[in-house]
């Protein structure tokens, strides 16, 4: 299925404004900025992509919650 221009610039600002955040040069704010979304419906998005907003992937964080 094809998409309308609209449709394309959202998503391709969604998968830069990601992999930015993903490569840590920004932070979710101004990742969130770039992709056209408010800060916490970013921070949900991640998980689309297999990323934390927190910096721990999720086997890391029960690991951390277990040893607490």
């Given at each position: 299925?094809?998409?309308?221009?609209?449709?394309?610039?959202?998503?391709?600002?969604?998968?830069?404004?990601?992999?930015l955040?993903?490569?840590?040069?920004?932070?979710?704010?101004?990742?969130?900025?770039?992709?056209?979304?408010?800060?916490?419906?970013?921070?949900?998005?991640?998980?689309?992509?297999?990323?934390?907003?927190?910096?721990?992937?999720p086997?890391?964080?029960?690991e951390?919650?277990?040893?607490?």
């Amino acid at each position: 299925m094809k998409k309308s221009p609209a449709e394309f610039e959202d998503e391709a600002r969604l998968l830069l404004a990601v992999k930015l955040y993903e490569l840590g040069r920004v932070s979710t704010g101004t990742a969130a900025q770039l992709a056209g979304m408010n800060r916490v419906a970013f921070m949900f998005a991640l998980s689309r992509f297999g990323l934390s907003p927190i910096g721990l992937e999720p086997g890391e964080l029960a690991e951390d919650l277990a040893n607490a």
